[in-house]
């Protein structure tokens, strides 16, 4: 099974206008964009101009939001906004996403500004060009029919932005609201890179702010921003699909697979040999009892090992046991993404090792030497030390 995806490249930000751009270049067609938009009672304030765009060698789509003569860019309450979207007739997936992305924005401004989310009133993101850009933005993500939305890390540029207040420091306190839980790259580009509609936008749709770790692309799209920056002013949105690991969120690692038969040695040299070899960079070691020929009990010592250190554990293994001979072969391990993070507890710092499971849901393990140590500087025995810092982690981590 698979799942069809898209991946946002925000290396210079992102804007509304961008957004529309890249959906049109990565698919999405014109005419069922111009369309729909055209739904909306605002649909005599504005002209969506779709044509080819360039930046600095890189081709794609620029999209154009151009109000009618005489029209003013009017303050709206998240509340009159819903009504506009709500006219228009859209499919219920439509109008929620672009109210999520409404109602995201409300959320921050009124943060900022001490008030309520219904007291807001919004000006540059409640005119009529953002409002397209917004429903725009729902109407294209609907259109590509996605399971999964991923995003590297955003630009968001340096220096300052003349908003409806003033001057504001970049990114502008909405935009940083409304991405604080994002990965955020600063000074890319000299000015305002990304906005609180392209910030709104990103926040409604993204589900994993990380690059998919296995992505076969069908479509690339370029949407060609305004303005000129010391980079290509363009956002980069790749529509493709998702294998199986990816979809389950798993890691992949490739090592040798290192195996020996050993019966005529003792059983105590197997302890430093073990420890030799993860010295060497063995992943791992384990052991496993056989039945060799003529009934001679014996053991067989697998171990995991990267290709560059291979040279290395070789030496060990010939060195430190009797085998005069190992078998290698090539394995691939899926893993679930993990961390490893120290926790302080009523006891003392533990290292603790979480793990991320395909439902997002976590589980962990206190590091058991860190657990040892504790029960001895406190005199403890170790299944009491050990419940009592778990009580401690559980409530640290969730």
């Known amino acids: 099974m698979t799942q069809r995806a898209l991946f946002y490249e925000c290396f210079a930000g992102i804007a509304g206008d961008m957004h529309l751009g890249g959906l049109v270049d990565v698919g999405v067609p014109a005419e069922h964009l111009v369309r729909e938009l055209n739904r909306l009672e605002l649909a005599d304030e504005f002209d969506l101009v779709i044509e080819p765009g360039k930046k ?38 439509v109008e929620k996403l672009a109210e999520s992305m409404f109602t995201t924005i409300a959320k921050a401004e009124a943060k900022i500004h001490g008030t309520t989310v219904e007291a807001i009133h919004f000006h540059e993101v409640g005119a009529t060009d953002s409002i397209v850009d917004v429903a725009g933005a729902a ?4 259109y590509l029919d996605i399971d999964v939305a991923y995003c590297s890390p955003v630009e968001v540029g340096s220096g300052m932005v003349r908003c409806e207040h003033g001057l ?5 306190p909405a935009t940083a609201e409304i991405l604080k839980n994002a990965p ?18 990103l926040s409604a749709v993204v589900n994993r702010f990380e690059a998919p770790r296995f ?28 294998g199986n690991a990816a979809e389950l969120g798993l890691e992949t690692e490739t090592n040798l697979e290192v195996e020996c038969n050993i019966d005529d ?33 014996g053991t067989k010592l697998s171990l995991l090992v990267d290709e560059a250190r291979l040279d290395a554990v ?33 006891l003392g710092d533990v290292r603790v090792k979480i793990v991320t499971l395909p439902d997002g849901s976590q589980r962990w393990k206190p590091e058991h030497d860190d657990v040892v140590a504790l029960a001895e500087r406190h005199g403890t025995d170790y299944l009491t030390t050990r419940e009592a810092v778990s009580r401690d982690v559980d409530s640290a981590i969730r």
């Not at 109407?139 to 609907?142: E, L, S, V, Y």
């Not at 504001?168 to 502008?172: E, L, N, Q, S, T």
């Not at 992505?215 to 949407?223: D, E, K, P, Q, V």
């Open 215 to 242: 992505l076969t692309a069908s479509a690339i799209g370029y949407g060609i921003g305004q303005k000129d920056f010391a980079v290509p002013n363009a956002v980069r949105l790749t529509l493709g699909e998702l």
């Open 265 to 297: 040695m003792t059983p105590e040299a197997f302890g430093p040999l073990t420890e030799n070899l993860f010295a060497k960079g063995a992943k791992d070691v384990f052991l496993t009892p056989i039945v060799m020929k003529k009934s001679r009990p």
């Open 314 to 346: 070789l030496g060990e293994l010939f060195a430190g046991s009797t085998t005069i001979g190992a078998r290698l072969s090539r394995v691939t391990k899926r893993m679930l993404p993990r961390e490893e993070r120290t926790v302080t507890t009523s």
């Open 168 to 172: 504001m420091p970049v990114p502008a």
């Open 56 to 93: 600095m060698g890189i081709t794609g789509t620029r999209a154009t939001v151009r109000l009618a003569e005489g029209i003013d860019r009017p303050h709206r309450h998240l509340s009159t906004i819903k009504g506009i979207l709500n006219r228009a007739g859209y499919p219920p997936r």
């Open 139 to 142: 109407i294209g993500i609907d």
């Open 184 to 201: 955020l790259r600063y000074g890319g580009v000299d000015g305002e890179a990304t906005t609180p509609t392209g910030a709104a936008i």
